[in-house]
T-cell receptor, first 113, second 115 residues
Framework: GESVGLHLPTLSVQEGDNSIINCAYSNSASDYFIWYKQESGKGPQFIID?????DKRQGQRVTVLLNKTVKHLSLQIAATQPGDSAVYFC????????????FGPGTSLSVIP | KAGVTQTPRYLIKTRGQQVTLSCSPI?????VSWYQQTPGQGLQFLFE???????NKGNFPGRFSGRQFSNSRSEMNVSTLELGDSALYLC??????????????FGDGTRLSIL
């Protein structure tokens, strides 16, 4: 398959604290990156994206950082809330529309009230 | 605007049977991709259809097949079901072909259980 999902990393965070979820992507030629949030019983939901010509992009309470040198992506969630509890996936797209989307294994975020 | 709709939500089958899952993409989206999600393997790409043509295929056996209709709705079929096919099957749509600079939008999946 296209995803390596041997085990699911977990992160527990106190409500109100900031969360940082990390992702190592596989292809140095990948050109576009996306973070998805998947709540129990639902499909992945788009959160934020970033192109390879940027190293930072901010949304509402979320920031994505891209480090192409070490092929690393991170998602920062400010003032984490109980509703943020979910599994978070990073995904990478290649430069062409024929490249497959590759998903990371996911990180389970648990917010402690 | 309606999201991606997958039917049925839940399905129980026995080994050896076949199954057809359906996906209606967001209006105006012409690309539909299918993924299999299991606890041990994460999200694995099955195939992608764009304008009724299969553009990409993942590493799954020929028992897994799909098609796309002129209205962009898509179906996937699994024949000769095996216990290991138990999974959540997700459909995702995008306006243009996947890959490139656009996110995919997912449905809530079909939970397939094989007895």
């Amino acid at each position: 398959g296209e995803s390596v999902g041997l085990h699911l990393p977990t992160l527990s965070v106190q409500e109100g604290d900031n969360s940082i979820i990390n992702c190592a992507y596989s292809n140095s030629a990948s050109d576009y990156f996306i973070w998805y949030k998947q709540e129990s019983g639902k499909g992945p939901q788009f959160i934020i994206d970033i192109r390879s010509n940027m190293d930072k992009r901010q949304g509402q309470r979320v920031t994505v950082l891209l480090n192409k040198t070490v092929k690393h992506l991170s998602l920062q969630i400010a003032a984490t809330q109980p509703g943020d509890s979910a599994v978070y996936f990073c995904a990478e797209n290649g430069k062409t529309s024929y490249d497959k989307v590759i998903f990371g294994p996911g990180t389970s975020l648990s917010v402690i009230p | 605007k309606a999201g991606v709709t997958q039917t049925p939500r839940y399905l129980i089958k026995t080994r050896g049977q076949q199954v057809t899952l359906s996906c209606s993409p967001i209006s105006g989206h012409r690309s539909v991709s299918w993924y299999q999600q299991t606890p041990g393997q994460g999200l694995q790409f099955l195939f992608e259809y764009f304008s009724e043509t299969q553009r990409n295929k993942g590493n799954f056996p020929g028992r897994f097949s799909g098609r796309q209709f002129s209205n962009s709705r898509s179906e996937m079929n699994v024949s000769t079901l095996e216990l290991g096919d138990s999974a959540l099957y997700l459909c995702a749509s995008s306006r243009g072909p996947s890959g490139g600079n656009q996110p995919q939008h997912f449905g809530d999946g079909t939970r397939l259980s094989i007895l």
